[in-house]
């Protein structure tokens, strides 16, 4: 089943009782990490601000995904996104999800959880990067601070060496 952007709205804040909570874990490209419960029949992940996962992400289209409950599982589809979506490493255009999958849109990295089968806890935690490295979440915590994120000079950037500047003044 394909969705509009439409459709998807009109389902979006319908209650959702028919299963257990399922979730996503999400860890965003400067390290944050939130878990999403999946409350409603379609779940929308994209860079609008209504979806139910906002991902404030050039590499994420407005409406990128929907996460829909069919009665019998959850599945994935891609919502005609510019980056595609992946489901462990996979692109996908409609996927139906397992315990566990790793969901990849543009930048970020997202982990579904069933509550029908519960993972153990080091493994809900253990989300997949594209460099197939798992991530230490210590570590991603660390980096959520905005200053430290901001301070981090890309590779192969033309100001490296240099301190950035705004408005005049020195960072």
């Known amino acids: 089943m394909s969705l509009t952007v439409a459709e998807m709205k009109g389902h979006c804040n319908q209650p959702f009782s028919e299963q257990p909570m399922s979730r996503l874990i999400v860890l965003t490209p400067h390290g944050s990490v939130r878990q999403v419960n999946l409350q409603h029949p379609i779940t929308t992940i994209g860079r609008d601000p209504h979806c139910g996962v906002h991902i404030d992400s050039l590499g994420v289209s407005r409406h990128h995904a929907a996460i829909r409950w069919n009665g019998q599982g959850f599945v994935i589809t891609d919502m005609a996104s510019r980056n595609g979506t992946y489901v462990n490493k996979t692109l996908i255009r409609e996927h139906d999800l397992q315990n566990g999958d790793a969901i990849t849109v543009g930048d970020c990295q997202l982990r579904f959880l069933s509550a029908a089968k519960p993972l153990p ?34 590779s192969g950037s033309a100001h490296r060496g240099r301190p950035m500047r705004k408005a005049g003044r020195a960072l």
């Open 121 to 154: 806890a080091v493994d809900a935690l253990r989300l997949v990067t594209l460099t197939e490295d798992p991530i230490d979440l210590d570590v991603a915590r660390q980096r959520s601070d905005w200053a430290t994120f901001f301070r981090r000079v890309p």
